[in-house]
């Protein structure tokens, strides 16, 4: 049980609109604006090996409709690649362009420098205990009935 001045949602509200992940767009890497939803797009195609759309979309809990708008977009910026598969032309296989490397290799600097930043302002400790408590937050979540629907 927490104690009574510590709710839960206020604190992960404060931590969103903090981190920016309210922000329209996360980031702008050369000409290219970027989305926060198109950042997540960009580094899962980028950690995942030859990833289908429906892996991508399924990993990021988006109806694919909504996720095949976004990939036409980065598409059109030129950052990503989208070709069928030579075994099963139905999927589609996605790839980062030379300029989508780019931009997700900035972003991903961008990133772990914040998070660094805000890092330095705690002790080895303390730095432990906040990514051990993300990690039990995050598994914590994916048990949950809840996680990942809608409201309403």
Do not use: W
């Not at 809990?61 to 950052?79: E, P």
């Not at 420098?113 to 890092?119: I, K, R």
């Not at 993300?134 to 949950?144: F, R, T």
């Amino acid at each position: 049980m927490l104690p009574d001045n510590q709710n839960p949602r206020e604190l992960l509200q404060i931590m969103v609109r903090r981190f920016g992940l309210l922000d329209k767009n996360c980031c702008t890497v050369g000409e290219q604006e970027i989305s926060l939803i198109q950042s997540h797009i960009l580094y899962e195609i980028d950690h995942q090996h030859e990833p289908s759309m429906q892996q991508i979309a399924e990993t990021l809990a988006m109806d694919i409709t909504t996720f095949s708008r976004q990939i036409q977009t980065l598409i059109k910026k030129n950052l990503v690649l989208k070709t069928p598969h030579p075994e099963d032309r139905r999927v589609y296989i996605l790839r980062l362009t030379v300029e989508g490397k780019f931009v997700a290799t900035a972003i991903d600097h961008r990133m772990n420098t914040h998070l660094e930043e805000v890092f330095s302002f705690m002790t080895d400790t303390e730095k432990a205990i906040v990514m051990q408590s993300v990690k039990l937050l995050n598994e914590s979540m994916l048990k949950s009935k809840m996680c990942c629907t809608s409201v309403g």
